[in-house]
């Protein structure tokens, strides 16, 4: 449903370069609320995954039907990635209002005895420190004097609940995300001072691809298993994500600050 509630905003939504992923879902709330929008996406990472890439073009384009639309192909990997992001964002509407940074790296990663230090160092790279230097890059050119309500600044990081339970097979991912619901009241208190409010997502399992036996990237007994901790056999899916994170970016979510919410529509992680 269309509403005014981010009119006049611009929200920065990293990783939005598939249909069936977390951050096209959001890009799309988002632009229904009324932001305009910059993104950022990476096809030969996708091309790389079961799930395969799609043409970032036909996203922004489906998108620009809703809202002003700017992107920008990126490997976040790279150290200068971050403030390049924010910079073309604010070339691009004059200003920056939200950031969601819903990128990650997929693959690279395995179990205690099988990482390496390339595996920790990439993504590192991706899941952490690009987080970390895009939130430092948009605090500074974020400017509250241009809003005539205070604190609608808005960062949103994402985990994977790495604290909630194992994630098997996934040292270097879950490694790197812990850092960031580990961060998140620190950076929150800074930010706020800068009328920046910070929380960090965790959304349980969602299907993005990774959990349909077509375009599975693990086992597929894994997968059951992960369906079947959650009643109804019923996972989440990208919107389901992004109607929160629609909801803490905008006005109506101000009170809420340097949390870790835990949205994972009831999976029970004692059964997985």
């Known amino acids: 449903m269309e509403s005014t509630a981010l009119s006049g905003r ?5 990783g939005v ?13 988002l632009a229904q609320q009324g932001a305009a929008l910059f993104l950022t996406h990476w096809a030969p990472h996708d091309a790389e995954q079961p ?3 799609q043409d970032p ?12 639309v700017a992107d ?10 971050a403030q390049l992001v924010v910079d073309k964002a604010v070339d691009a509407f004059g200003q920056v209002d939200i950031l969601v940074a819903n990128h990650a790296r997929s693959g690279g990663d395995g179990n205690l005895f099988e990482v390496d230090a390339e595996m920790l160092d990439g993504h590192w790279a991706v ?57 998140t009241s620190t950076v929150a208190a800074e930010l706020i001072e800068r009328g ?13 691809g990774y959990l349909t036996a077509a375009t599975a990237d693990r086992d597929l007994a894994v997968i059951e298993e992960v369906r079947a901790a959650f009643p109804r056999g019923q996972v989440g899916v990208p919107d389901d994500p992004a109607r929160l994170i629609a909801w803490l970016v905008s006005d109506e979510g101000r009170w809420m600050v340097g949390q870790v919410i835990n949205s994972e529509g009831g999976f029970r992680r004692s059964r997985w």
Not at 57 to 68: A, S
């Open 10 to 14: 611009v929200a920065v939504v990293t």
């Open 17 to 29: 370069s598939r249909r069936g992923g977390i951050g096209f879902a959001v890009a799309r709330r």
């Open 51 to 53: 799930w395969g890439a």
């Open 57 to 68: 073009g036909d996203i922004c384009r489906e998108l620009g039907e809703i809202t002003r």
């Open 72 to 81: 920008l192909a990126v490997d976040l990997a790279e150290p200068t990635a």
């Open 127 to 183: 899941d952490a420190r690009s987080v970390l230097l895009l939130t430092q890059a948009f605090a500074r050119r974020y400017r509250a004097e241009a809003h005539p309500v205070s604190d609608r600044g808005r960062v949103i990081w994402m985990s994977s609940g790495q604290d909630l339970g194992p994630m098997r097979s996934e040292i270097a991912y879950a490694a790197a995300k812990s850092v960031l619901a580990g961060l």
């Open 196 to 208: 920046i409010l910070l929380n960090t997502v965790n959304p349980g399992p969602v299907d993005t």
